[in-house]
């Protein structure tokens, strides 16, 4: 029903002044149900109204970069190139209600009803679909902002979801769409830097991809390279934890993720088996950033240094508006995990 398959999605990246050119490292891509927006522009609020950004502002511009709007214009595009003209759609906030997430979908919701727009909040589990009517909660739905994970839909429930059978019938819009997925695996950017996939790219574009993307390939017994000279990958990965990171290719929140560089030999080759067993990627380390932050520490100002991640949204495949930016001592850095804390990103110069 329309062209983008990835409308709203999230790049997980480090700026990286270590590994060749200073520029940004991206290591994965959230093409599915990319969370933290609201969070975002949220706290950016709340950092603004402090008596101490006020006077910081005295002497720099501070722009925080939005990030819900870009949120908003891609459902509201979307929903008209499916429907075939523009009109403001009724709106369900999907996933299940105890999702630690679930604070974002109110923030959404808060934001959605300032805009004008019908919304609610959705429980998977309270959808129906009959008489060409998709509904949740006994409410028509349009449009379905869609934060619960495909897999996690299927598996809980079926392929006879009345989510499922609305798709089928094209008779609800959901965003983003079943075919995100492809995107959301780890394993696509296995797909951009294997050297078997070279043939597929332009010279410019297999420059960005060496540029930005790091050596990724899906775990499997084979014969592969790194660095340009030839590897048996299982071999590589055994014989060189310290530089590898093993992801499970279809999971989110950290879980599963295994850094090399921090256990030991015994758990590393438990995690082989488990890559071996279930898909799994192997990527390379990234040199993570670091900067001094301050805490409050038992009622004492701490100064620290905390790794950070820069993670863009992007809006249907092109247009970045706004940015996700996370600080942790755990270098898994995923809030999800518990390995960070989320803060506000602002552009600041000097007036």
């Known amino acids: ?87 403001l759609p009724r709106i369900a906030i999907l996933d299940w209600t105890e999702v630690p997430t679930y604070s974002e979908f109110v923030l959404f919701r808060e934001y959605f009803t300032r805009m004008g727009l019908d919304v609610l909040i959705g429980d998977v589990r309270d959808c129906d679909f009959r008489d060409g009517t998709f509904y949740v909660a006994g409410r028509p739905i349009d449009l379905v902002y869609k934060r619960v994970l495909i897999s996690e839909l299927i598996e809980r429930g079926g392929m006879q979801h009345p989510l499922v059978r609305a798709l089928r019938a094209n008779a609800v819009c959901m965003v983003n769409p079943p075919r995100c997925k492809a995107l959301y695996k780890k394993a696509s950017f296995a797909v951009l830097s294997d050297e078997a996939n070279q043939h597929l790219f332009t010279a410019e574009q297999q420059a960005a991809i060496q540029e930005h993307i790091p050596w990724t390939r899906v775990v499997e017994a084979r014969q592969t390279t790194f660095a340009g000279r030839p590897v048996d990958l299982l071999e590589f990965i055994a014989t060189n934890k310290d530089r590898l990171v093993l992801k499970p290719n279809d999971d989110y929140g950290g879980k599963g993720i295994v850094l090399g560089w921090t256990v030991d030999s015994a758990r590393w080759e438990e995690a082989i088996r488990t890559a071996l067993s279930v898909p799994y990627v192997v990527q390379d380390r990234i040199e993570l950033p670091s900067e001094v932050f301050p805490a409050w520490v038992e009622s004492r100002l701490h100064l620290g240094e905390r790794m950070l991640d820069t993670a863009p949204f992007v809006r249907m495949g092109t247009h970045v508006e706004g940015c996700l930016t996370r600080i942790a001592t755990d270098p898994l850095l995923n809030v999800t995990a518990g390995g960070g804390s989320t803060v506000p990103t602002f552009l600041i110069e000097p007036c």
């Open 1 to 87: 029903g329309f062209p983008c398959p990835i409308p709203t999605s999230r790049l997980d990246a480090f700026f990286v002044e270590s590994q060749g050119p200073a520029g940004l490292k991206f290591t994965e891509f959230n093409a599915e149900t990319p969370a933290a927006a609201a969070y975002t522009d949220g706290l950016a609020e709340v950092f603004l109204a402090l008596p101490i950004l006020g006077a910081f502002a005295e002497h720099y511009q501070v722009i925080a970069p939005p990030a819900r709007p870009g949120v908003l214009h891609a459902l509201l595009e979307s929903y008209a190139s499916w429907r075939g003209a523009r009109a």
